[in-house]
């Protein structure tokens, strides 16, 4: 990698200048520091292992991210499922990086017995958007997704077959949500099947072909194949190779672009190439990521980096999955790049007196109020992430 960690590497050489302990890694000590500021601030000390979904609490608050609000237990202790996930995502991206005893102690007594408070016995078995201590609650396909994700990872990693086992018993909920309607993909919500989402499509590809990565059972890349497909037809723009949000089950399609699906098909695309050598899906992520690039980013022109747009900070770092995949396919740096300048500028101006992070990559309202739950561990994924790119 050409410029990647060059900030990172002259705050070592400043570090080493003043007589301190020069961290292994900046990103990887990054990461720690804000996990351990997480844990400080959202955790419920009840022996749960959950989290309160914002900072500073407010039993008020309202999801704005649910199918609809009828469902909604009062004044919420925890957390809903999606956001508990980030934790999940960040410390499995810690382990990926630096293989750790203590990290894989804390997801496996910590992290996992506090996820198993949103498990659902309803058949198939799932996890619902709140805890199944409160009155039923609706299952998001997607948020299963992003779980199984992070199962399969630990699998990979640690060849432990309980990470496996619980990876294919998601994927039987995932794929209950799919059908021929709309000629294939999958819905958003079990309860509410009125559309098929990017968000629900993209990152399954993923989780089929990490699944076949596990397994080598065939019949996850031939779906994975064709859903990939059926993603590409139906919620492309073919003007920029970006990615719409969902398409209705009337065929009316939600135009808006969010960075976190398309950067799941810039991985799918990557991981497709990486698995059949078929030139045409590392050409397909490439012209996704390069559209990306001006999408999503600002001009360069007063920073001397292109600046991540405000969006969820998790979406960004689901976006930056899928371009350290790419990276590992064609080891053009340039976007990882991009991402560890703006992870360097928040590191001093996207913090508040708390150490938790806005939403706005300039740092212009690191005061805000209230600091949502995700956008902290879509952070700490992101340092977790770009700590473990050998360059």
Same mark, same amino acid.
């Given at each position: 990698m050409r410029k990647i960690l060059g900030a990172t590497l002259a705050l070592l050489w400043a570090s080493c200048l003043q007589g301190q302990k020069q961290p292994e890694n900046v990103n990887y000590a990054r990461a720690t520091a804000s996990l351990s500021t997480i844990q400080k601030h959202y955790?419920?000390? &009840? *022996?749960?292992h959950l989290f309160r979904e914002t900072f500073p609490f407010? &039993? +008020?608050?309202?999801?704005?991210?649910?199918?609809?609000n009828n469902n909604q237990p009062k004044a919420n202790a925890y957390s809903y499922l999606w956001p508990? +996930? *980030?934790?999940?995502?960040?410390?499995?991206?810690?382990?990926e990086t630096k293989d750790d005893d203590s990290t894989k102690q804390h997801i496996d007594r910590a992290v996992l017995p506090g996820l198993e408070n949103y498990f659902d016995k309803r058949k198939p078995v799932g996890y619902a958007s709140y805890v199944n201590s409160a009155p039923l609650s609706d299952r998001f396909y997607d948020d299963n997704i992003w779980l199984g994700i992070d199962f399969v990872d630990l699998y990979l990693h640690s060849k432990q077959k309980t990470y496996l086992d619980k990876a294919q018993e998601i994927w039987t909920f995932v794929e209950s949500g799919m059908d021929d309607k709309l000629g294939g993909g999958i819905y958003w919500c079990e309860q509410k099947k009125e559309s098929k989402n990017t968000c629900s499509n993209a990152p399954a590809v993923v989780y089929l072909l990490k699944l076949y990565q596990a397994t080598n059972a065939k019949g996850y890349l031939d779906e994975a194949i064709n859903l990939y497909a059926w993603t590409k037809k139906n919620l492309q723009d073919p003007s920029d190779k970006l990615y719409w949000d969902n398409v209705s089950l009337t065929g009316n399609v939600q135009q808006a672009k969010y960075p976190y699906n398309t950067g799941q098909m810039i991985q799918a695309g990557a991981l497709l190439y990486k698995l059949t050598k078929e030139k045409r899906y590392l050409t397909e992520a490439q012209e996704s990521a390069r559209s990306g690039l001006h999408y999503f980013f600002t001009s360069q022109e007063t920073s001397g980096y292109p600046v991540l747009k405000k969006s969820d900070n998790w979406f960004i770092a689901i976006m930056l999955r899928g371009y350290i995949e790419l990276y590992q396919q064609d080891n053009n740096a340039q976007y990882l790049d991009a991402f560890q300048a703006n992870l360097d500028h928040a590191w001093t101006a996207m913090r508040d007196n708390n150490g938790l992070f806005g939403k706005e990559w300039s740092g212009k309202d690191k005061n805000s109020d209230k600091k949502w739950l995700l956008d902290q561990f879509a952070i700490a994924e992101m340092y977790a992430r770009l700590a473990g790119i050998k360059h």
């Open positions: 955790a419920v000390n &009840d *022996g749960k407010d &039993d +008020s608050y309202s999801a704005t991210y649910l199918a609809d508990f +996930s *980030g934790s999940l995502s960040a410390y499995v991206a810690l382990l």
